[in-house]
């Protein structure tokens, strides 16, 4: 039987948005997302709920040809798969299948961003930026501990976790409706210009 893995995907989509941070940061990476299946046919974060208004966030899935990602051709990022243990990925579930269940209940945290900025570790009860919300999931499902406050955790930090980067490049050509019907990931890390 395969071991279950969980997978972090880091991209920087070319937003508005994306491009401030980029331009605040400096970070490789603006966006966080996670997905537990190895196809990433479906992913998990906060963001914007319709793509031409960033203004409007929430929680969300997403998928490569939907979304802020639909018509684009070229999206850098990378792939994070996490090994985990059967009970680490069914608590992580557990936690995701109340926001899927409720998600109502969730806002997206735009004062994070102000408190991230200025470094100060205040987390606010069901509102979360995107990278919060992944830490959020593997934190509290005992997958992940970087030691600092959920809302000071930047989509770049997750490149320090104990994990194998499987992919980096175009994410478009991890996602299978765009690339062929070979493997996604090997030993090494596939680099896609």
Known sequence: MEKPSV??????????????????????????????????????????????NPFYGRFKKEAFDTGIYKGIDHLP?????????QEQYDKAWELLSEFLTHPEKYKYN??????????????????????EFVYYLLHNS?????????????????????????????LKHASPVYRSQTDLFTNSVLVVE
Do not use: W
């Open 110 to 131: 735009y004062l994070g961003l102000m408190d991230h900025l200025h470094e100060r570790p205040v987390c606010k009860e069901n509102r979360f930026v995107c990278s």
């Open 142 to 170: 005992g997958i992940l501990d970087l030691g600092v406050s959920p809302n000071l955790v930047r989509p770049q930090t997750f490149l320090q976790a104990e994990g194998n980067i499987v992919f980096e490049g175009n």
């Open 7 to 52: 997978y972090i995907v880091l991209s920087r989509p070319r937003t508005v948005v994306s491009d401030l941070i980029h331009l605040v940061t400096k970070d490789t990476y603006t966006h966080a997302t996670i997905s537990f299946d190895r196809e990433l046919r479906t992913m998990y974060s906060f963001g914007r709920k319709y793509p031409y």
């Open 77 to 85: 990022g990378a792939v994070i798969e996490l090994a985990v243990t």
